[in-house]
Every structure is written in C-alpha cells, then in structure tokens.
C-alpha cells in the first residue's frame, strides 16, 4: 500500500477512538479515560480502558492494546490494509495509488456495477417484484442485502463493456459472464439476485434463484470460483451480522439465504448461512472470529438434521460452543417464521447443547430397553466423540449420555462388551415371554389370536412377522402356515414347536398381560430417558407432556 506515514497520522487525527469504539461497545467515563467491557473477551467487571488524549486502548484482562487502526483491525477482523481503507473512507481523507496495488479491484468494480444494475431491474421488472413479494421481501431487504434481478439479456455484460476495456479471458475470470459458441453472454439470466459479501462488505460473488415457470438450469446458480469468490469459504449474510453477532455473543447459522433475510426483517440479526452446500470447516472458522458460540437451525427434515451432526463434529474441531433447535413442524425458519414471527425468538431463548439435541434426536427412535439398541446409543456416542481434539470434552459428554439415560445399567463405555442376543436362534433352554406365547398358539388344533390381543407391542421381529400371517390368514391350522412362511420364518417356527415347555394354552391370557406389562415398563424406560433430555435442553412444554405421559403409564403399571 503506497500510502506515506502522514497520510496514516492523518487517518488517526481524524478518526477518534473513543467515538468508533462507542460503535461497538457502551463506554462510561472514569476520570480523563473511558472503560467498558473488553469486546475482545468475555468478562462481567470492565477492565477495557481507553485514553482519549494519547488515542490508545488497553484491555487489562486480555492484554490487547494499540490506536484506532489496531481497534478497527481486531474487531472487524481486517488486515492493516482494510482497515486504513475504512477509516479512511469515514473520515474523507483520500488514499494514493490504491488500484495500482490492487490486482484485482476491476472485479470488484465489476460486481458492484453489477449488483447496482440487478437492483434498478428488479425494482422495473414487475413479474420479479411480484415474486419477491410473494416470499415476503421488502424495500428494506432488498436494500439490505442488495437484492436484484437479472434478465434474460446481455445488459451487465453490455454496461461493463461500456465502462472497462478488457479481453475475453479478464470477462470470463469475472464471474460474471459465459462463453457459448465462442461468443460472451451474461451468467445470471431470468433470476432473482442475491449478492454474496465479503465480511468487510465488498461483492465477490452471486447468487441467482431461479423464477416460477423458468425451467432452464438449477434451482440456485452460484458465482463460479474466481479470484475473489471462493464458495467453501464463503458465508451469506456476514457483513450484515457481524456486529450482532459480537453484541450477542452468538451466531446462528441456518441452511438459506431466505431464511436469514427472513430473520433479520423480525430482528434477529446475528445469522448467517453458508451457499447451497453442507458447512464446511473453513466456513465455521470465518465465523469463529466473531464468537466460539454458535448456533445450528437446520431444516427439519432428514437431510437437515444430517447436516446438523455433520457441523457439530466440525464445530467440536475448533473448540465451539455448539448448540441447536429445530424448526419442526415448519420446515425451515422462513416458514416458522410466516407461521408466528415469535416463534424463532422463543426457540432461539430455549437453544440446548448440539450433542444434547443430537441424542435426544436418536434416543426418540430406540428402544431402549433392548440391549440391541442400547448398543446402537453407545455406538452412536462413539461416533459422534470419537474424534474430538479434547479427552474432557469427550468425558463430558460420555458422562452427559450416563447421566440422561439412567435406564442403561452399566456405563456406556462398557456396554458394547456385552453379547447381544441372536433373534434367529430359539434359546432351547428358556423361552422368552413372547416366545412362548407363540408356542402356546402352535399348540392349538385351529390357530387364532383374541381379539382383545394386540400384536403391535411384540418387539422379537420373528414372532411379529409369524403372528401377523397368522391374523391376516385365521383361523389357520399349523401346516398350513407353515407353508405360507419364508424358509427363515419356518425354521424358527419349527424350533419354537420342538421346544418343551412347561406351560399349558389355558395359560396364554397371563402370558400375553405379562408381555403387556413388560411393553409398559419398556415405555416408562424410554420416557424417563425422553424427560431427562427435554429438561437438558429446557423445553418447558415437552417436560409438562413426558411428565403427565409417564404418570398415566405408572398409574397403568401399578394397576396391574
């Protein structure tokens, strides 16, 4: 940068401390200085001075220190450069030779030329305007975020022609434009726009979504990799977050770029987004300068809550503070928040551990009861601590599994060294109560299940798929049914009906209630696991419903 020693002291003289530091933080006076919480660290007692005489800062906890530019620098998180050219920009005083040392400054020109174009067409295209009304945008979005729409002609590439005399290849390396038959025509055609900033505010790229009855190309189309774009590095809606993401100590990170224009229209400003694809690490770490505590909303379909594991582990190699809460029933946070616009906020309020949310999430689809998906929890623990960079961080959370599943008798450390017990085989010596259950109806001359006997709370898969032809087919005789099974299905019949036993079919009655009160206790198990993880992530509501659900099950238990 060919900018003089006093072209800088000038910057200084001109750009008070104290005034862009009020920007960011709340100063009171003490004496000739100002203290304030550090923004640097997180503390509860000021230790942040600054002296408006000698234009100095000094962190008394953290230790950081310097002028105006070494401020402006830590907390936008700008190197020398940017942030001279920040200030300098604030406070009028102009800069020397500053393109001739840029490269690549014509490409932000480009793009700003760009993106001010997309927004004049956008406001003159009715069928666009219409559109982005229908998703809920207005006036203040679009100039917001710089929202805009691009046609299905060559205007950028004829308006840039106009003002920047470059060969093919510098077009091309734009971004901007395509090569088709050999000849240059816009990228982005019959799309609604969305610029894609860097954290100090410049375009570097777009991203153009689709409109309704247009069928050509994707859904989303990017920018492709240039000079200044680069997609697995950049996150949507940055620059418009940052400082409330430092004011809030928290950054959420969801899965669109409509849901954080969505979020920011009913205040909640600290959001991001990353483009189109899965978050990646560099993407987490750009976001990390700004706060370790990060919160994940994910869509809530399958894909989304894949994505959220996926980010966790990514989060956990940076040492983040993850956290989470989904959407569900709306499918994102754009329709949440069309649905109740306090919703977001009450959930955001609500926000629990990621991990926390994660087993909750696996926990609701086990049984946990059977040790074979007791042993799918401990493998799922693994999976999800095995890698981490922090052997207390991985106790913890292996202490957080013991501490909200009491149901497993054992550390979960442990448990995968138990032998789980083979479905396929018939243990000869003892008969489970299903087992003999369906060993007393093969003793009958005519099989037929009660009416009142309900084959859904049988879990041994053998014995339900058996029982279920034996409903859909009854009454039915022995070897009859024995030829409508699967070669798998009747050998296990055919152990179940060499098995000696000690019971008689009058019997049948208790073994069923005794089935039903294990299936009850088997719902207490899983209930009381369900409850310890809606109070580790203090979902009030979901407590008040486990909690009258598992009363009404214990006062059926104690019926029996």
Not at 83 to 107: D, H
Not at 258 to 274: E, F, K, L, M, Q
Not at 522 to 533: H, M, S, T
Request: with cysteine; glycine share 4%.
């Amino acid at each position: 940068m060919n900018n003089d020693n006093s072209t800088i002291e000038l910057i200084k003289e001109k750009a008070d401390i104290v005034t862009i530091a009020e920007r960011y933080i709340q100063l009171k006076k003490a004496g000739k200085n100002f203290v304030g919480l550090c923004p640097f660290h997180s503390e509860k007692t000021p230790s942040f001075n600054i002296s408006p005489d000698i234009q100095i800062f000094k962190c008394f906890g953290c230790g950081k220190s310097g002028d105006v530019i070494t401020f402006i620098q830590e907390i936008e998180k700008l190197d020398f450069k940017e942030a001279i050219e920040k200030l300098a920009k604030e406070t009028g005083v102009e800069l020397k030779n500053t393109s001739e040392n840029e490269p690549y400054k014509i490409f932000y020109d480009m793009n700003y030329l760009a993106s001010e174009i997309y927004i004049r067409l956008l406001k003159n295209s009715k069928g666009a305007m219409e559109y982005v009304r229908s998703r809920g945008i207005t006036d203040e979005d679009i100039e917001k975020f710089r929202i805009g729409f691009a046609p299905a002609n060559n205007i950028v590439l004829s308006k840039c022609k106009e003002k920047f005399k470059l060969t093919k290849a510098q077009y091309l390396q734009s971004g901007l434009f395509i090569e088709k038959d050999g000849v240059l025509r816009d990228k982005f055609r019959d799309r609604i726009i969305f610029p894609m900033m860097s954290a100090n505010g410049k375009i570097i790229g777009f991203i153009g979504r689709i409109l309704p009855g247009n069928n050509y190309g994707p859904k989303y189309l990017h920018s492709p990799e240039t000079v200044l774009f680069h997609k697995s590095s950049s996150v949507y809606g940055l620059f418009q977050a940052k400082q409330s993401i430092r004011k809030e100590d928290l950054c959420i990170i969801c899965e669109g770029s409509t849901d954080v224009i969505s979020a920011h229209r009913i205040g909640i400003s600290n959001i991001v987004a990353p483009l189109g694809t899965s978050l990646v690490l560099d993407q987490l770490q750009k976001v990390s300068h700004f706060t370790k505590n990060i919160l994940f909303i994910f869509d809530s379909d399958l894909a989304g809550q894949k994505a959220l594991e996926r980010a966790f582990l990514l989060a956990e190699k940076l040492g983040l503070n993850s956290y989470a809460v989904n959407t569900s029933p709306a499918k994102d946070i754009d329709e949440l928040i069309q649905k109740d616009e306090k919703e977001l906020a009450k959930r955001i309020a609500k926000k629990g551990e990621a991990f926390t949310y994660l087993i909750s999430a696996f926990i609701e689809k086990l049984n946990l009861s059977s040790l074979q998906d007791q042993v799918k929890l401990t493998n799922y623990v693994r999976h999800l601590t095995e890698n981490l960079n922090s052997s207390q961080r991985r106790a913890f959370y292996i202490n957080k599994v013991n501490a909200i599943v009491p149901a497993l008798n054992m550390p979960i450390e442990n448990l995968e060294q138990r032998n789980e017990v083979n479905e396929n085989k018939v243990r000869h010596i003892d008969l489970s109560f299903e087992e003999l259950y369906l060993k007393l109806l093969l003793e009958r001359e005519v099989l037929s299940i009660p009416e009142n006997h309900d084959i859904g709370i049988f879990k041994n898969k053998n014995i339900i798929d058996i029982l279920s032809t034996i409903k859909d087919n009854q009454p039915i005789i022995t070897k009859l049914l024995h030829k409508k099974l699967e070669n798998r299905l009747r050998e296990y019949l055919e152990d179940i009906a060499l098995v000696e036993s000690f019971v008689t079919p009058e019997e049948l009655e208790d073994i069923y209630s005794r089935i039903k009160e294990l299936e009850l206790q088997v719902r207490v198990v899983n209930l009381q696991a369900q409850l310890a993880v809606a109070e580790g992530l203090k979902d009030n509501k979901r407590v008040e419903t486990l909690f009258n659900e598992l009363n009404e099950l214990m006062a059926k238990l104690k019926r029996k």
